[in-house]
């Protein structure tokens, strides 16, 4: 029995063009001028039939190639290499050119809902800075490289969102809302992988927006609100126990005054109560004796 295998994608690589200076054919388009004016007004045929088809051919041969800009030759839809000489440049009349933009392209992508690590729904967007590295990839390996690179980013981040939660209240784990750069360059490293089979290389990348869904978005703030109030009165209390301690401990060893049991659990209770009282506490001055 006969198995198919599907034919593997043929990787393309970016190759040196072989063309001219055309400055330099720009003089022999000067000279097949000259020949062309005096075949006309000399009425010569047999100097202007030669004429007209080499101006006709070396001015087809013409192209301009900006800064940061590159330009794919092909020869009967095969690639012969890729020009980034900047200027005015010249190539056999039947090549066909496909020029291409090698600058550095900023991308915001849309805001996205992920669900990260814990079920959270969240909403996330990045900014990544992306050029053309290899030309030939960019126009062969893939139906449209642009639409390529802002397919796979939504995809990177999805990815890194469901991977991390979005906060983690015991700070034990890496989120992603404390650690924007950790994160940042993992979704940089994801995307490298992901573009490199279209000859894209990434600058640059971060989130430009995080934050809860709006449906979650206020129940998640009160926890959040909940546990700053007990973060914070956990170290109000141990700082309280630490200063009840200290003064025990310095009315002990400077022997200032005795307490039995029984008062010194009054003292203890009194002290943390101011310590740890919400409002300022009304002293009350006893005129009598600690047993009265």
């Known amino acids: 029995m006969s198995t198919s295998t599907v034919p593997q ?8 063009a072989a063309t001219m200076n055309g400055l330099t054919m720009l003089v022999f388009l000067a000279l097949a001028a000259v020949a062309l004016a005096f075949a006309i007004f ?10 007209v088809p080499l101006f006709l051919f070396l001015l087809r041969g013409f ?15 095969a690639y012969r290499g890729t020009d980034r000489a900047e200027g005015l440049r ?10 291409i933009s090698v600058r550095a ?9 992920v669900n990260d690590l814990r079920g959270n729904p969240i909403e996330m967007a990045a900014q990544v800075v992306w050029r053309v590295k290899d030309t030939a990839q960019a126009l062969f390996d893939v139906d449209d490289y642009r639409a390529f690179v802002v397919a796979q980013i939504e995809a990177a981040i999805r990815a890194i969102g469901a991977r991390y939660p979005y906060d983690d209240f015991e700070h034990h784990d890496i989120t992603l809302r404390g650690h924007h750069e950790e994160v940042g360059e993992e979704l940089k490293q994801a995307l490298q992988s992901r573009l490199r089979v279209a000859g894209i290389t990434v600058d640059e990348c971060g989130f430009t927006h995080l934050a809860y869904a709006p449906e979650i978005a206020g ?3 009160r926890r959040q609100q909940a546990e700053a109030i007990v973060a914070a009165r956990k170290t109000l209390v141990e700082g309280a126990v630490g200063m009840v ?5 310095q009315l002990n060893e400077k022997d200032v005054v005795n307490l039995d049991d029984e008062r010194r659990a009054a003292m203890v209770s009194n ?6 009282g919400d409002q300022n506490v009304q002293p009350v001055v006893n005129t009598g004796t600690l047993y009265q």
């Open 9 to 16: 994608l043929a990787a393309s690589r970016e190759l040196p």
């Open 42 to 51: 000399a009425r010569a045929p047999a100097l202007l039939v030669p004429a």
């Open 63 to 77: 192209y301009m190639v900006q800064p940061n800009q590159a330009v794919a030759i092909l020869l009967f839809g």
């Open 90 to 99: 010249w190539t056999w009349p039947w090549m066909t050119r496909k020029k």
């Open 105 to 113: 392209n900023n991308l915001i992508s849309q805001q996205i809902k």
């Open 219 to 221: 129940a998640m703030l």
């Open 245 to 249: 301690e200290m003064a025990l401990a």
């Open 271 to 276: 002290l943390m109560v101011v310590l740890c």
